[in-house]
């Protein structure tokens, strides 16, 4: 233990990955202290936050011994056990969110039901626990059929898209619990982010556009282009709505289908998320800002865009490791991009960072983004 004596309020992080990381940036301004509970000391934020403890999300009394001082508790992931969220509430730590909005996030079934019960627009959809009631689904809504693992899946894993019986029992092969989705003819994917304090104040960023290449997120355009205002205003009245029913504190990340029928919620997330990461230089209150007042209960502050156009997109780890070498490059060909890399060993398909991009034209905002990103991990001209 060390003997660490922290002089501001000291905000608990179970998760020490990107997210925690990123949120550090914005505790040093607000003069908020950052504890992470890290499962080993090489782990991304593990490396940049002096508090940091070492101990496994899923032991209670791991969770009990890091969330002791501690005047929030809030997460860097999904993944720690409901009933552990709700001990610690029990035992007088104010937990953000709590477990009974967390749930929507790690159980697709839970969040389906709920939503479904408040009116959010959704896929049809069914909890299933045999290939013959994925046909019957299927007779009902058609061929292709979206198999999703109930709990734990992200970026893609965890989630089938099955033409045929055949391909559903492979799905149930892997042994996870498994719900079924109408498979949604969207025209593009859409994301708006929100946050919501313990009083209940509100605000919704931007609606952006998130591009998507083997079920990764590797682009973000701010605000989403050619959006109508009414659908915008709609996908920002949808998060809010989400976030008060379901008691969010903190961040709520919405993802969304839109399609020719209108907007479609597809996923949940309660905590900072890659498609806010654009907020850091492009928003007057980066994410991890707000993140971090949400769960203090302090006034939210103002989500306005800084540029008319902002791009974010993705550093996914190549074969070659050496990426410091390809700073040069990029940091005098355009001193306007702004580099963020999360200290994690590259690995090919891995998320290890990420580039911004701002302006007021879109298509050359992009280009400038892709540019930076292609040369960072490749070391090629785009």
């Known amino acids: 233990m060390s003997s660490f004596h922290p002089i501001g309020p000291v905000v608990g992080i179970v998760g020490a990955g990107q997210l925690a990381r990123m949120t550090q940036q914005a505790a040093i301004a607000l003069g908020v202290e950052l504890r992470v509970l890290a499962g080993a000391p090489d782990e991304s934020a593990a490396r940049v936050i002096v508090d940091t403890r070492i101990g496994d999300y899923r032991d209670l009394d791991d969770l009990r011994d890091f969330a002791k001082g501690c005047d929030a508790i809030t997460f860097d992931h999904e993944h720690v056990p409901t009933e552990h969220i709700r001990a610690l509430a029990v035992g007088g730590h104010a937990v953000h969110p709590g477990a009974d909005a967390l749930v929507h996030a790690q159980d697709k079934a839970v969040m389906r039901e709920r939503l479904t019960a408040i009116g959010v627009p959704c896929p049809a959809w069914a909890r299933v626990a045999s290939v013959a009631d994925v046909s019957r689904f299927a007779d009902e809504n058609g061929w292709p059929v979206v198999l999703k693992a109930v709990r734990g899946g992200y970026d893609g894993r965890g989630v089938w898209v099955c033409e045929t019986a055949a391909e559903a029992e492979e799905a149930f092969a892997t042994g996870v619990e498994l719900m079924a989705e109408a498979f949604v003819p969207f025209e593009r994917e859409l994301a708006v982010l929100v946050a919501r304090s313990p009083h209940g104040q509100g605000v919704s960023y931007p609606v952006v556009e998130t591009v998507q290449q083997d079920g990764i997120c ?29 008691g ?135």
């Open 218 to 246: 590797v682009e973000v355009l701010a605000p989403a282009p050619r959006l109508d205002a009414e659908d915008a205003a709609q996908a920002q009245r949808i998060g809010l709505k989400i976030a008060q029913e379901l």
């Open 248 to 382: 969010v504190t903190g961040l709520l990340a919405v993802e969304m289908f839109q399609t020719a029928r209108g907007l479609v919620v597809n996923e949940l997330a309660m905590r900072p998320h890659n498609s806010g990461h654009w907020t850091i230089e492009g928003s007057t209150t980066s994410q991890f800002e707000q993140h971090l007042r949400a769960v203090l209960d302090l006034p939210l502050g103002s989500p306005k865009m800084t540029a008319q156009v902002v791009v974010m997109a993705n550093l996914l780890g190549g074969d070659d490791p050496e990426l410091f070498k390809r700073y040069e490059h990029v940091m005098a060909h355009d001193p306007g991009i702004k580099l963020h890399f999360y200290g994690k060993q590259v690995r090919p398909g891995r998320k290890i960072g990420h580039v911004t991009a701002l302006g007021s034209n879109l298509d050359d905002v992009r280009a400038r983004a892709r540019h930076a990103a292609v040369y960072l991990t490749t070391g090629e001209y785009t």
